[in-house]
């Protein structure tokens, strides 16, 4: 077994007691220079252990500081990263290329403030990325006995402060531990993530758990040869926070006004999905790792659906689309476009042990990564399936098949929903950037090709 165990030390490198010191003294440089500004510092401490070959490969912790900042002069607006060592200057520098600049069409004063502060940490995660001491983790996942497996498992607490010239200011403090695990028999391979605020060693042995039964039934069933057509689908929690994510990004105001986005020229009531889809952008779900109480204009967060049973229910906004498109920020800024920061997709009737017997004849797919947009504006797009993939015949796998390529439309894909478990998995991991609360998904009818 190889084990490396680090801590990224810089010179010059900032201490939490330092922290606010740091925001006060970009306000007091930057606030003579412009008219409006946002100073975004956060401070993440972060731990980390990576599976290779079934061996515990690395063991690290670092703990890294952001500062960003936006500046308006003029109706001119930039967005800047800050070195901290050369604050001043970096500042000065950014505002005179600002001046350089032509006036913004985008933008728009900053709203007035109504968030406020929030904490949500875990003392046993805090304890840990502080320490750099994983060895509980090990023990409590039991990780090296995980067998041939491959992942990441990461512990991180963020620090953030947000101090405006519309008045703002704002910290919170939020833990997450999350990662996946992919696990390998034979010719066959299982995946499955977690995410949470707390150390929810259930959720990470859950799992484990769930990426050995799907290597291991997998590698039970003979391989057959996959026909390109249109199929009845059931997909996994991995491929549909992926899908999920996608949909939530199209709600994005700043995809309409970037014209990215298949839901432009739809308004609010209007029928985009099946009746058997509710999707909804909660940041203020405490379990959840986006979990934020403020957006990065400082306007309080709220819970609000962007799909309810099948119905559009609005974009989601900053103060410049809003201005552009008519209407009013959700609270979802980002600086540069609106986001969702938690997503969670409402859950259904079926139980897990009757997703097989709803599928009837097709496939059960449970993994992918690669997601492209041939056309943004339509929906269409593709993505390739990794790990286990089932041919279900009868109710029943009967055999596994290779990689396989989804080649539909988001649209089609919304309307197609059929039927959603009432388990639902705390998903994030590469392929899935935001928190995401999901369940499995039953399509009626998906097209599906053959990767190149």
């Given at each position: 077994m190889v084990w490396r165990s680090s801590r990224k030390v810089e010179e010059g490198e900032i201490h939490m007691s330092e922290f606010e010191e740091i925001v006060e003294?970009?306000?007091?440089?930057?606030?003579?220079?412009?008219?409006?500004?946002?100073?975004?510092?956060?401070?993440?401490?972060?731990?980390?252990?990576?599976?290779?070959?079934?061996?515990?490969?690395?063991?690290?912790?670092?703990?890294?500081?952001?500062?960003?900042?936006?500046?308006?002069?003029?109706?001119?607006?930039?967005?800047?990263?800050?070195?901290?060592?050369?604050?001043?200057?970096?500042?000065?520098?950014?505002?005179?290329?600002?001046?350089?600049?032509?006036?913004?069409?985008?933008?728009?004063?900053?709203?007035?403030?109504?968030?406020?502060?929030?904490?949500?940490?875990?003392?046993?995660?805090?304890?840990?990325?502080?320490?750099?001491?994983?060895?509980?983790?090990?023990?409590?996942?039991?990780?090296?006995?995980?067998?041939?497996?491959?992942?990441?498992?990461?512990?991180?607490?963020?620090?953030?402060?947000?101090?405006?010239?519309?008045?703002?200011?704002?910290?919170?403090?939020?833990?997450?531990?999350?990662?996946?695990?992919?696990?390998?028999?034979?010719?066959?391979?299982?995946?499955?993530?977690?995410?949470?605020?707390?150390?929810?060693?259930?959720?990470?042995?859950?799992?484990?758990?769930?990426?050995?039964?799907l290597a291991e039934e997998c590698s039970k069933l003979p391989r057959t040869r996959f026909e390109p057509g249109t199929y009845r689908v059931l997909l996994g929690p991995m491929i549909v926070g992926n899908l999920m994510e996608e949909v939530a990004s199209a709600a994005s105001a700043g995809m309409v006004v970037f014209g990215m986005s298949f839901f432009t020229g739809r308004k609010p009531g209007d029928t985009v999905a099946s009746e058997n889809l509710t999707l909804k952008d909660v940041p203020l779900n405490r379990e959840l790792p986006g979990f934020r109480t403020y957006d990065q204009e400082g306007v309080g967060t709220k819970d609000k659906h962007i799909i309810e049973k099948g119905v559009f229910r609005g974009f989601l906004h900053n103060s410049k689309t809003a201005k552009l498109l008519g209407g009013e920020t959700t609270g979802n800024a980002g600086w540069i476009m609106p986001q969702a920061f938690n997503l969670e997709i409402g859950k259904g009737d079926l139980k897990n042990d009757e997703i097989f017997e709803a599928l009837r004849n097709g496939y059960f797919l449970t993994n992918n990564w690669y997601t492209r947009f041939q056309n943004y504006l339509e929906g269409t797009f593709s993505t390739v399936t990794r790990d286990a993939a089932f041919k279900v015949e009868g109710g029943k796998p009967v055999a596994c098949v290779e990689r396989v390529r989804i080649a539909d439309s988001l649209p089609r894909i919304l309307k197609s929903v059929e039927g959603l478990t009432k388990e639902r998995w705390p998903i994030e991991w590469w392929e899935v950037t935001i928190p995401t609360l999901t369940p499995y998904m039953l399509l009626s009818e998906v097209r599906l090709t053959v990767p190149q």
């Open positions: 003294k970009a306000r007091s440089v930057v606030e003579p220079l412009v008219d409006e500004y946002i100073i975004l510092a956060n401070v993440k401490s972060e731990a980390m252990i990576k599976l290779a070959h079934g061996e515990i490969s690395v063991v690290q912790s670092w703990k890294d500081l952001n500062l960003n900042m936006y500046i308006a002069k003029s109706e001119r607006i930039g967005i800047y990263t800050i070195n901290v060592k050369r604050l001043e200057d970096d500042i000065k520098k950014a505002v005179s290329d600002l001046e350089k600049v032509e006036k913004s069409p985008f933008y728009a004063p900053l709203p007035k403030p109504s968030g406020s502060s929030s904490e949500e940490v875990d003392p046993k995660i805090k304890e840990a990325v502080e320490s750099g001491d994983l060895s509980f983790v090990i023990e409590d996942l039991e990780l090296k006995d995980v067998g041939d497996a491959a992942g990441m498992i990461s512990l991180s607490l963020s620090n953030e402060y947000l101090l405006s010239s519309s008045g703002a200011r704002y910290t919170s403090s939020i833990t997450k531990f999350n990662g996946y695990i992919r696990v390998f028999k034979g010719n066959s391979s299982g995946q499955w993530s977690w995410t949470s605020t707390k150390y929810n060693i259930s959720a990470a042995k859950n799992a484990i758990g769930m990426a050995k039964e």
